[in-house]
């Protein structure tokens, strides 16, 4: 996951006298800024390299938490108020520019170097970040299975800075809330009621991180109420820490411990690491005591820490957090080439260029404005008016994305060929690795594209809301010659194309039935790639038990099904591995079908994609989608649904498996004779699908089990 730092107030930003901010500048938080940002640009680089430099966002949650406090809390000591108006003020001056210029630029960097579907999602998200509501839009979307199979936008990155922002808009009125207590009871002191006001929020909110990371990860890691406790530790910290009376060596073996401790978390974390929760208390109470035992001091770590580059990188750490991911997700579609050492060494050399540039002409003069230094309403006119235009930018984006998408569509006929597509490595002589004429996956390679012959979604086969299930009618006269079911996840979904275009050539009725991630077998599911919250792994059990008591009801003639089961979790409490327990429940399902009299045809899940390859390999490399290609055992792992058929046996389930569509001997192709494979990371592009029908097609002709006597 991407975050990164909002740079807070600093005593010496405020409208403090000049001697007064410069002693109070602290070299040591400045340094933490630049080992923070440090972790999170290379974490984005080289995700593999640092696993858990995510945990940079965390050293800069706590850093404003600290600073902030310590401004508010010194103003509301001296003054016995807060001016809202002032402090919003300068947070708009101090962050805006640069945010929305970095916005504003990335919008042009989107419509001219990215292939226009996904102008939409980064239009989308480019007006979540303007309204700091980025880490809300992303928690929204990890709702959605689908949005997960989304690339990353230009500036999902802007989703920390939501949180941070949300921090400042909140936080003063916490305090004044707490300030308000010291008048009402008169025996508290104002900095006790402080204090006791911040950790109630840091326990709350620490309880709630638990809680959320547990029961529902995607979305714990950006909502607000999950990461408050973090800028709370650093609130702690500056109400307390001036109480220390430790030693300098004492001191010193505090910050140690501190670095160690984010250090330790940056290089063991990884993705699979449950976070926030539990886990960020380890980075967060490191960074806690770095800054609570630090001071202005020089101490063992000066050398580093006060020298000319790191105070210079901690400097601009928020102009680098601003531009280095959107050159990131841009800079292999501008080159034209994958990202390699070179090209992220040429990336990191441009945003740190980029970086010093906006610093020095946009962030500090920003804050020294006359025309809106001087009045908070001008500060605030201004802030909406850069909105706007940002949001006009966004909104060209949306609009050239719709006029882009009526030109494309999934029932465009398609080009049929002796060498086209699959064919090309089912005839001797043909190219597999011909090039492609276009790798925009567009309208017209939806996989999940639904025809005018499926109704609405039907209240059938309904969980908490979630409808899964439609019926197609593809019947020229009204009497179906078969009924049809295709079920499973989206890898099931994947598939109806092609068993459509059969439909319509056969009569068949069709019911389908998805639910995203979980799969129809008699299973205890878990989780679709890790655990998933308790009551969503339940909802899908019922679904999928509600699924296979439906065609056993309705007893079909045919029952296609597939999903993903190389993703999915599973746990019976038997110790037995995935496999097996997959191969049992499968049969079971498939047993019942059959014993109620329909054919079942298992669709073998396709070669892995994203998991293999880089999903914009073909994007890159289009003229040359040999590049793309990779070995077959590494491509095709053991397929959960060919080990169940194969143990059931041919006479009683008939498997479809098309590898040899999608591999040579030896490799997975990510294009085969001009036309790209997959739609996204995880599913097939609604065209090759199609073109597949007529292998289908033969496959349940010559394969179908005999019915049951």
């Keep these: ?64 938490g600290f600073l902030i406090t310590s401004h508010l809390v010194d103003q509301l000591t001296k003054t016995g108020r807060i001016a809202l108006g002032q402090f919003y003020a300068r947070r708009i001056r101090r962050l805006l520019p640069a945010a929305l210029l970095v916005l504003a630029a990335t919008a042009a960097l989107v419509a001219v170097f990215l292939p226009y579907p996904r102008w939409q999602r980064n239009a989308i998200e480019i007006l979540a970040s303007a309204g700091y509501v980025e880490n809300w839009a992303l928690a929204g979307f990890s709702v959605n299975y689908s949005a997960l199979n989304d690339s990353a936008s230009a500036v999902q990155h802007y989703w920390s800075l939501s949180v941070e922002e949300q921090f400042y808009l909140l936080w003063p009125l916490v305090l004044l809330g707490a300030a308000a207590l010291t008048a009402r009871f008169a025996a508290t002191t104002l900095r006790r009621a402080v204090i006791v006001a911040v950790v109630a929020v840091g326990v709350l909110s620490l309880g709630a991180s638990v809680w959320f990371t547990m029961v529902m990860p995607s979305q714990a890691y950006f909502v607000t109420f999950t990461r408050a406790w973090e800028f709370a530790a650093g609130a702690v910290v500056a109400l307390t820490a001036h109480r220390l009376t430790l030693g300098r ?9 501190g670095a160690i401790a984010v250090a330790v978390s940056a290089v063991v974390y990884n993705e699979t690491t449950p976070f926030p929760g539990i886990a960020a208390v380890v980075p967060v109470v490191g960074t806690a005591l770095i800054i609570a035992a630090g001071g202005r001091d020089r101490a063992w770590h000066s050398i580093v820490s ?68 001087q009045s908070v309403r001008r500060s605030m006119l201004l802030m909406v008016t850069g909105i706007v235009v940002v949001a006009l930018a966004a909104g060209g984006l949306l609009v050239g994305y719709t006029v882009s998408a009526a030109r494309d569509s999934p029932e465009a006929e398609i080009e049929v060929g002796t060498c086209t597509g699959p064919a090309a490595l089912a005839t001797a002589g043909c190219d597999p690795f011909a090039a492609p004429e276009d790798t925009t996956m567009t309208a017209a390679n939806e996989y999940f594209y639904t025809p005018a012959e499926c109704g609405e979604l039907l209240p059938k086969l309904s969980y908490d809301g979630l409808l899964t299930t439609r019926e197609c009618d593809f019947t020229p006269s009204g009497e179906a010659t078969e009924d049809v079911w295709l079920v499973g996840d989206s890898h099931a979904q994947q598939w109806q194309g092609a068993i459509f275009d059969l439909a319509r050539e056969r009569g068949w009725d069709v019911t389908i039935s998805f639910y995203g991630g979980c799969p129809v077998a008699d299973v205890d599911f878990v989780g679709f790639r890790g655990p998933w919250a308790p009551q969503d792994a339940q909802r899908c059990r019922d679904w999928s038990r509600g699924v296979s008591d439906a065609i056993v009801a309705e007893r079909p003639a045919r029952v296609f099904t597939s999903m993903a089961a190389r993703a999915d979790t599973l746990d019976d409490g038997s110790g037995r591995s995935v496999e097996e327990q997959f191969t049992e429940g499968l049969i079971a399902d498939w047993s019942a079908w059959r014993a109620a009299g329909s ?6 899940d396709p070669p892995l994609n994203g998991a293999v390859r880089d999903p914009d390999c073909l994007a890159i490399n289009g003229s040359d989608p040999a590049a793309c290609a990779v070995p077959r055992a590494q491509a095709q792992p053991t397929d959960p649904l060919v080990v169940a058929a194969n143990t059931m046996g041919v006479d009683q389930v008939g498997l479809i498996d098309l590898t040899d569509r999608f591999c040579t001997d030896t490799q997975c192709l990510a294009s085969v004779g001009g036309v790209p494979v997959y739609y996204d990371a995880d599913h097939l592009n609604l065209v090759y699908v199609r073109l597949l029908a007529a292998d289908i097609a033969r496959a349940i002709d010559d394969g179908s089990p005999t019915p049951p006597g």
């Design 1 to 64: 996951m991407s975050g990164g730092p909002t740079p807070a107030v600093t005593p010496q930003q405020t409208p403090t006298r000049r001697s007064r901010g410069r002693s109070s500048f602290r070299p040591d938080i400045q340094a933490l800024r630049a080992l923070a940002i440090g972790l999170v640009v290379v974490n984005h680089l080289r995700p593999h390299g640092l696993t858990g430099g995510y945990v940079g966002v965390d050293v800069f949650f706590v850093i404003s």
């Design 249 to 257: 060596r004492t001191r010193g073996a505090i910050v140690a411990v």
């Design 306 to 373: 006060g020298s000319r580059p790191v105070q210079w990188l901690g400097g601009i750490s928020y102009s680098l957090y601003l531009w280095h991911w959107p050159l990131i997700v841009i800079a292999p579609f501008a080159l034209s080439m994958p990202r390699t050492w070179i090209v992220d060494l040429g990336i990191l050399a441009v945003a740190l260029v980029l970086s010093w540039a906006t610093k020095v002409l946009v962030e500090d003069p920003g804050q020294k404005w006359r025309f809106w230094a």
């Design 599 to 604: 054919d079942v045809e298992v669709l073998a």
